[in-house]
């Protein structure tokens, strides 16, 4: 009998082979509903809300989040993922499958009476064992913009079609090329990501400036400014409450009327050092100015500007502050006191795009700006959604690979690499923990055979062909899934991150490690007690 069941007659138990049971069936479970997703040419799948909306995906962080787990241990492994994708971007897909792969392998060495422990301890050597082999075939590069492309379209192809893909590519890579600025971190929030739902998804596009989801406030305002002036400011232009609860006596109506004219007159004075500005700077041309403000402007203000031929918006994001000023110049000025030339930023093209009843503010034709938005287009919010998930990925691929500084070949190569190292190496360990470096190379052989099945292959005689090839060239070579053939990932321009298969291997191997040596599961928390 379990010792809980002394403590806790109620207590649900799973003991031994029972225990471990009930974790392969869970990871098994997990990895046959993913592993058809994996890959360019991976199927897709389509979660329905309680409320009937619907998301079409095949990116695994996505359906691991959406989808409700329950089982324990599928949802320790689906944490696991998810951790792999907040660390890296990338490879929760793959995550699942070594890791349903590695326990499937391990029971059947368990079956015939092979310790669990054992079986950790060669899955241990192997780890350190691959981690060598992927230091060694990993490639150091001079991140080039054809190189990043080579990257973007890897990371893209395996969340939309090609067509998209090869359209998205292109907008990701120049992107994150112009956030970058020497001596600082890449801060993908300055890539504004706004959704459109107009046209179809072909039409997603950079935009080199920002696009502000709200229009001008006043309708004698120009919808259109070339060759503008930009002020971002967070200052109040409209009447507010004092912050202290305070009352002001009057005895005449005369008297009232100067405390409303003095209220009015701290706001008019505000906008007229904003005017003033504006002549200043737009004395001598025909040049536009734009003023945009993170608090409000009142009716009055709006329509003092207005007659001035200054564009006007108001409550504008906070996180639109410092991507504005980042994109167009200037210094966001929270008082209107020491205003100047040096405060103001430059966009060649400030114009208003009204959709429905939504207005966008276009801000185009910055100088060198160094933020951007990427405006993604189609037809319905499903195609929205699985656009956005998948410009997330491809930008963290392109920053992942411009921090790393290497590369390794994608398309299985570096598991067939690891796989055959991994062969060579198992001679060298004594005793039955080889058979578990056997089993931790063979579960890595699924990456490989899960992407010639998806493509419509037969995987044993792609695998054949690839580790025939692998030995003969003495290079990492992956498979072509337009062909079924061996390839040359390297020369064909299949890159992975380095990150996401380091990550993959630690964070796969310590999972499954943990899985096999639990020998108890137990349900024996407070509400089992009672009754």
């Not at 098994?28 to 040419?41: A, I, S, V, Y």
């Not at 981690?131 to 190189?147: A, P, Q, Y």
């Not at 993604?376 to 920053?399: E, F």
């Not at 020369?491 to 990550?503: E, F, L, P, R």
Request: a neutral charge.
């Amino acid at each position: 009998m379990a010792a809980i069941k002394v403590v806790n007659a109620k207590a649900e138990v799973a003991r031994a082979q029972a225990a471990l049971a009930v974790n392969v069936c869970a990871a098994r479970g997990l990895q046959d509903l993913l592993r058809t997703n994996l890959g360019p040419k991976g199927t897709l799948k389509m979660l329905v809300s309680g409320s009937g909306d619907i998301k079409l995906t095949k990116d695994g962080n996505v359906l691991l989040q959406e989808m409700q787990i329950q089982h324990p241990t599928a949802s320790m492994i689906a944490k696991v993922a998810a951790a792999q994708d907040d660390i890296t971007g990338d490879g929760t897909t793959s995550n699942v499958l070594i890791i349903g792969e590695l326990l499937k392998q391990a029971d059947i060495y368990i079956s015939e009476g092979l310790h669990p422990r054992i079986i950790a301890e060669g899955f241990e050597a192997a780890k350190e064992k691959a981690l060598e082999v992927l230091e060694e075939i990993k490639v150091k590069k001079e991140m080039k913009r054809d190189i990043l492309l080579d990257v973007a379209r890897t990371s893209l192809q395996t969340k939309v079609h090609d067509e998209l893909a090869h359209v998205l590519t292109e907008a990701v890579v120049d992107s994150v090329l112009a956030v970058r600025r020497p001596g600082y971190p890449i801060d993908l929030f300055m890539v504004e990501i706004m959704e459109m739902k107009h046209k179809s998804e072909t039409d997603t596009k950079l935009i080199r400036g920002l696009v502000l989801d709200h229009g001008a406030r006043h309708p004698e305002m120009k919808k259109q400014v070339e060759d503008a002036f930009i002020l971002i400011c967070n200052v109040s232009l409209e009447y507010q409450k004092t912050e202290v609860s305070s009352g002001f006596f009057y005895k005449t109506a005369e008297e009232k009327e100067q405390f409303v004219k003095a209220e009015r007159k701290f706001i008019d004075d505000r906008v007229q050092k904003i005017i003033d500005l504006k002549d200043k700077v737009c004395a001598q041309s025909h040049r536009g100015f734009v003023v945009i403000n993170q608090k409000g402007i009142d009716p009055f203000s709006l329509d003092a500007l207005a007659k001035h031929g200054i564009v006007a918006l108001r409550r504008a994001k906070r996180r639109n502050m410092e991507r504005l000023s980042l994109a167009c110049g200037g210094i966001a000025v929270n008082s209107l006191e020491d205003l100047d030339m040096d405060c103001l930023g430059y966009a060649g093209l400030v114009y208003e795009h009204t959709l429905g009843e939504e207005k966008f503010t276009f801000i185009e034709e910055c100088v060198n700006p160094h933020s951007v938005t990427l405006l993604i287009k189609g037809p319905n919010k499903h195609t929205l959604i699985q656009i956005r998930d998948a410009v997330r990925d491809g930008l963290r691929a392109i920053k992942n690979a411009i921090e790393d500084g290497c590369l390794v070949p994608g398309a299985g190569a570096v598991e067939v690499a690891i796989v055959e190292a991994l062969s060579a190496y198992k001679h060298s360990i004594k005793g039955r923990a080889r058979l578990g470096v056997q089993a931790f190379a063979d579960a890595l052989l699924i990456i490989p055979k899960v992407l010639a099945q998806n493509s419509g292959y037969d995987l044993q005689e792609t695998l054949v062909k690839v580790q025939a090839e692998h030995l003969e060239s003495k290079q990492p070579v992956g498979i072509n899934l337009n062909t079924g053939e061996p390839m040359v990932a390297a020369d064909a321009g299949v890159w992975d991150n380095y990150c996401v298969k380091k990550q993959l291997l630690h964070s796969c191997t310590m999972i499954a490690e943990n899985l096999l040596l639990i020998d108890e599961i137990m349900r024996a928390g407070m509400s089992s007690l009672k009754g």
